[in-house]
T-cell receptor
Framework: DQQVKQNSPSLSVQEGRISILNCDYT??????FLWYKKYPAEGPTFLIS?????DKNEDGRFTVFLNKSAKHLSLHIVPSQPGDSAVYFC??????????????FGKGTHLIIQP | GAGVSQSPRYKVAKRGQDVALRCDPI?????LFWYQQALGQGPEFLTY????????KSGLPSDRFFAERPEGSVSTLKIQRTQQEDSAVYLC??????????????FGPGTRLTVL
């Protein structure tokens, strides 16, 4: 069963508008969340992260929101640019020692920015 | 370059062959992770090294998979008697500090393994 879920396989947004990518998780032991961006034939690159003690983290055009009670996080990109077209992965970690030492990833959302 | 490198980038193997995939992490990075990414899926954790010690191998799917990092830098993921379900992109990532997976991990470009 998927512990990190990205229910939208793809999302199309017009250039200049806001892109909102969603992620849900089921494991209440997750306490750190990351977003990675991936271009074809390249490895994922780190974008932004958030600790469970916060509900918002902002870095330039990118903002991540965390709703712990709903076990939901979202990535907002504003304004969206053509170079933002990529696959975005949501990832989570459980540092309690009860889970694996690696990140748990969602399946990804393919974001397409239309001119 | 200064990033994580992996070789080969592409590998085609006949079913039953053994393969070895190499990862060169960023110099000085203590932590090294291997992930498997099947088509249309997100990366799935395989194993974790802190320096030369393999601290977690809970994600390795079978005893045909073996990883090592003998000198705490370069790592090799070996798959014995490859099967078609082993076809995937194998990603290596490294991190500057030990321990928690919450630290930013730098990924290599991956090795795409196709088993015929």
């Amino acid at each position: 069963d998927q512990q990190v879920k990205q229910n939208s396989p793809s999302l199309s947004v017009q250039e200049g508008r806001i892109s909102i990518l969603n992620c849900d998780y089921t494991n209440s032991m997750f306490d750190y969340f990351l977003w990675y961006k991936k271009y074809p034939a390249e490895g994922p690159t780190f974008l932004i992260s958030i600790s469970s003690i916060k509900d918002k983290n902002e870095d330039g055009r990118f903002t991540v929101f965390l709703n712990k009670s709903a076990k939901h996080l979202s990535l907002h990109i504003v304004p969206s640019q053509p170079g933002d077209s990529a696959v975005y992965f949501c990832a989570a970690s459980d540092p309690s020692g009860g889970g694996a030492d690696g990140l748990t990833f969602g399946k990804g959302t393919h974001l397409i920015i239309q001119p | 370059g200064a990033g994580v490198s992996q070789s080969p980038r592409y590998k085609v193997a006949k079913r039953g062959q053994d393969v070895a995939l190499r990862c060169d992490p960023i110099s000085g990075h203590v932590s090294l992770f291997w992930y498997q990414q099947a088509l249309g899926q997100g990366p799935e954790f395989l194993t974790y090294f802190q320096n030369e010690a393999q601290l977690d191998k809970s994600g390795l799917p079978s005893d045909r998979f073996f990883a090592e990092r003998p000198e705490g830098s370069v790592s090799t993921l070996k798959i014995q008697r490859t099967q078609q379900e082993d076809s995937a992109v194998y990603l290596c990532a490294s991190s500057r500090v030990p321990g928690l997976a919450s630290n930013e991990q730098f990924f290599g470009p991956g090795t795409r393994l196709t088993v015929l």
